[in-house]
């Protein structure tokens, strides 16, 4: 075998693969991009017969330092299993053994956050770590011949294959056995399904050996790391051991390299005071751990729990997130809670309404927004229901109504009930009386349509006291003569009134005296009065036994004129006057003191 020619290959094959089979039950059939993959130059057959390999044998020197003895023994013990285990023609072929098995294939994301493969290999029976197992792993045996399996012989661990504890003659056999296994390095795969995979990368053999410090554990099996970016797609990660053809051991362990996916997340919403549970529903290789931030809106804030048992305590929108990890990786998705408060409904109005007038109704309400509202005003109102926030109303009947506003949003209604009187505002029709005599006493009334109770208020200027009244009829002393302006306000619940009215102060009659022009009967005889008061103003004069007998004579106006009777005497008189304001009764005595006597 071309040991040189193997040892070159190696690498070019690996680096070049894209799709690798060989041992085990793999039968990859696409590359990265599902598309078959590509035909590899046979390689050249490096197959050799049992003989060369004993020949080879034959013409090996001991290696310095061991005993001619001891390198003779192993030799010739090699050659003795040679020809009972190996067959006439010797082919390379990768590490089949169980004791090169990989089980231990794992993820982990260091310290920088970059993720790694890793696992551990024992090439079996690969003594001298060249890559294949041949006549030249004796050397390594003479080297650590009779060696001690222990701490201060620690390669002695992974030469005892025949687990006696010490290097001796029996490690021998292990060479013929696993004659011509060679590793060149390793195929890292993710399979989509149990025939297609996709090449990720090669490992050399000599990654591991050409560490900085190598691992070698107590049994000898090395250390190996593949760096990997990661994929959110799930895929399935295994590893191979592959000779110098390319050739393709048993797969290792897989690796379901499943990071995160967060299919829905459930957090309630509602009113402050709920309860209830936040939660998601995740896909993902296990363990998960959880990190939910569950923002100011809820109580707990924060919780590292799959499920929670949240308490909705402010309201308000919230954004929160959950984030999910697990050792292939991380997935967020944020959320949003939305706190509300119900509605609460402290005043409405108004309490009172003009019939046949529209009236704007309004509430104070409280609660998250949007708030839906709903007023029914009754069958005597027009509109009779609203959705409207300031319905505009108008009633047709007066006395008391009943309203009801319902005021809702998503997390539940109010209900508030409250009365409207509706009435007519004061119309005042008249005002009486329109005029009073000057120091008499007058009672004041107002004809007024509208609805009670209601309320007045007169002023009456300077025309006598009081000058202004509160009382619905007030009296008022009259002080003062003149024609005068006032007015009256009457109010109620609906509105007011405002009249203005005029009104007389006047002056009965007075009759301070009366004259007359003669005292002689037969005469005529003018009588005057000296009279005060308001005219228009009527005068009547009774003169009650001038003209004896009865009835009296009357007389009207003034002056008058009156034939005296031809004789004389005393007689009772009187003069009344009388106007708007009054009247004045004026008694007096008139004499008749002489009577001419007749004519000659």
């Given at each position: 075998m071309n040991r040189l020619f193997l040892f070159l290959v190696s690498i070019v094959v690996i680096a070049a693969a894209s799709c690798g089979g060989g041992g085990g039950a793999q039968t990859p059939v696409a590359t990265n991009n599902g598309s078959p993959a590509a035909t590899t130059p046979a390689p050249q057959d490096t197959s050799s017969t049992l003989a060369a390999e004993l020949a080879r044998l034959d013409t090996m020197t001991a290696p310095a330092g061991v005993e001619p003895d001891t390198w003779l023994t192993l030799k010739a013990s090699l050659r003795e299993a040679m020809v009972a285990l190996m067959p006439d023609k010797v082919t390379q072929a990768p590490p089949d053994s169980e004791h090169s098995a990989i089980t231990d294939l794992a993820y982990s994301v260091d310290d920088d956050q970059i993720g790694w493969f890793t696992w551990s290999f024992q090439h079996y029976a690969d003594y001298n770590l060249d890559g294949i197992v041949d006549t030249d792993d004796i050397v390594t045996l003479a080297e650590h011949y009779l060696e001690l399996v222990g701490e201060e012989a620690p390669i002695a661990a992974r030469l005892d294959t025949s687990g006696n504890g010490v290097v001796d003659i029996a490690d021998v056999t292990a060479i013929a056995r696993h004659y011509g296994s060679e590793l060149a390095g390793f195929s890292v795969r993710s399979y989509t399904d149990e025939m297609e995979f996709n090449e990720l990368g090669p490992v050399a053999r000599e990654e591991a050996i050409n560490q900085e410090t190598p691992e070698f554990p107590i049994d000898g099996v090395l250390r190996y790391q593949f760096q990997y970016e990661g994929t959110e797609e799930w895929v399935d990660i295994a590893v191979a051991a592959l000779d110098g053809e390319g050739v393709a051991g048993e797969l290792s362990n897989i690796v379901q390299f499943q990071p995160p996916r967060i299919i829905s997340v459930s957090v309630p919403s509602g009113k402050v005071g709920d309860t209830g549970t936040a939660s998601a529903m995740v896909e993902g290789a296990e363990p998960l751990t959880y990190e939910w931030i569950l923002t100011n809106g809820l109580s707990p804030t924060r919780s590292s729990e799959p499920e929670v048992a949240v308490e909705l305590v402010r309201q308000g929108m919230f954004n929160g997130r959950l984030t999910v990890s697990n050792t292939f990786g991380s997935a967020t998705q944020n959320f949003a809670v939305s706190v509300g408060v119900p509605p609460t409904i402290s005043t409405a109005g108004p309490d009172f309404a003009v019939c046949g007038q529209r009236v704007e109704f309004s509430a104070t309400a409280s609660g998250t927004a949007p708030l839906a509202y709903s007023w029914d005003f009754g069958t005597s109102a027009f509109p009779q229901t609203s959705a409207l926030a300031r319905p505009t109303v108008e009633f047709d009947a007066a006395g008391t109504h009943n309203v009801n506003l319902q005021v809702s949003n998503a997390h539940g209604s109010a209900l508030h009930t409250f009365t409207v009187t509706a009435g007519f505002p004061p119309t005042i029709i008249a005002v009486t009386p329109a005029k009073g005599t000057l120091g008499s006493s007058v009672n004041f009334n107002s004809s007024v349509l509208g609805t009670s109770p209601m309320e007045y208020l007169w002023n009456f200027k300077n025309m006598g006291d009081p000058t202004v009244s509160g009382d619905a009829t007030p009296v008022?002393?009259?002080?003062?003569?003149?024609?005068?302006?006032?007015?009256?306000?009457?109010?109620?619940?609906?509105?007011?009134?405002?009249?203005?009215?005029?009104?007389?102060?006047?002056?009965?009659?007075?009759?301070?005296?009366?004259?007359?022009?003669s005292t002689i009967g037969g005469h005529l005889c003018w009588y005057f009065a000296d009279v005060t008061g308001d005219f228009p103003m009527t005068w009547t004069w009774t003169f009650f036994d001038i003209f004896a007998p009865s009835p009296p004579y009357v007389m009207e106006g003034i002056p008058v004129v009156l034939l005296l009777p031809s004789y004389t005497g005393v007689f009772n008189c009187q003069l009344e006057a009388v106007n708007d304001f009054g009247s004045d009764v004026f008694e007096f005595e008139y004499e008749v003191t002489e009577v001419p006597p007749p004519p000659m």
């Open positions: 008022v002393n009259l002080t003062r003569a003149g024609n005068y302006l006032c007015n009256v306000k009457i109010s109620n619940d609906f509105g007011d009134a405002t009249t203005w009215f005029n009104f007389y102060v006047g002056k009965a009659p007075h009759i301070a005296r009366v004259l007359w022009t």
